[in-house]
């Protein structure tokens, strides 16, 4: 089963601008990451970020976190057309136990040049 | 590059028959999860091994088994092959001590089930 809904399902944007993309999800987490897949290939983990933290940067990428609502975004900054691409959260289980990642059905996301 | 291999990138297998996919981790990596990915759907969580014992499985059947072995290189066997079978098989590696860890994905495995 999904844990993970990101919203929206495809996003469409001219190259330069902002991303927003959204992710809920249902239980307690330990922590929440966001991978992007490039035409239906493999993932690339983008950015990690534990249950304790609210909010974190790694180059053009900022992810937030607000485990009182479920939820979590991850921003894009001047984007460019390599960054179009399948975007999805996943929530991880409790550290050294069983570390799945339980996926969300990801974004579409679509950068015009 | 996640240095995480698959082979083979696509097969094509008819209803009954039986496959097996095949995983090379990165070096050092003592974990391996295998998920499923179905058309337009988020990657499922199949099963993981650790140290070469299952440690944990998803929503599967028993006709799909794996196994990891001390080279850093894992299988997953599926019998008995449905249609719903079709999907992009993806394997990630990563390193347990206890904390998080990072899983590193490979290309992935598309098998189609006719």
């Known amino acids: 089963s999904q844990q993970g809904e990101e919203d929206p399902q495809a996003l469409s944007i001219q190259e330069g601008e902002n991303a927003t993309m959204n992710c809920s999800y249902k239980?307690?987490?330990?922590?929440l990451q966001w991978y992007r897949q490039n035409s239906g290939r493999g993932l690339v983990h983008l950015i990690l970020?534990?249950?304790?933290?609210r909010e974190k940067h790694s180059g053009r990428l900022r992810v937030t976190l607000d485990t009182s609502k479920k939820s979590s975004s991850l921003l894009i900054t001047a984007s460019r057309a390599a960054d179009t691409a399948s975007y999805f959260c996943?929530?991880?289980?409790?550290?050294?136990?069983?570390?799945?990642?339980?996926f969300g059905k990801g974004i579409t996301l679509s950068v015009r040049p | 590059e996640t240095g995480v291999t698959q082979s083979p990138t696509h097969l094509i297998k008819t209803r009954g028959q039986q496959v097996t996919l095949r995983c090379s981790s990165q070096?050092?990596?003592?974990?391996v999860s295998w998920y499923q990915q179905a058309l337009g759907q988020g990657p499922q969580f199949i099963f993981q091994?650790?140290?070469?014992?299952?440690?944990g499985r998803g929503n599967f059947p028993p006709r799909f088994s794996g196994l990891q072995f001390p080279n850093y290189s894992s299988e997953l066997n599926v019998n008995a092959l449905e249609l719903d079978d079709s999907a992009l098989y993806l394997c990630?590696?990563?390193?347990?001590?206890?904390?998080?860890?990072?899983?590193?994905f490979g290309p992935g495995t598309r098998l189609l089930v006719l």
């Open positions: 990630a590696s990563s390193y347990k001590t206890g904390g998080l860890e990072t899983q590193y």
């Open positions: 239980t307690s987490i330990n922590n």
């Open positions: 970020i534990r249950s304790n933290e």
């Open positions: 996943a929530t991880g289980g409790v550290a050294g136990a069983n570390s799945k990642l339980t």
């Open positions: 070096s050092g990596h003592n974990t």
């Open positions: 091994y650790y140290r070469e014992e299952e440690n």
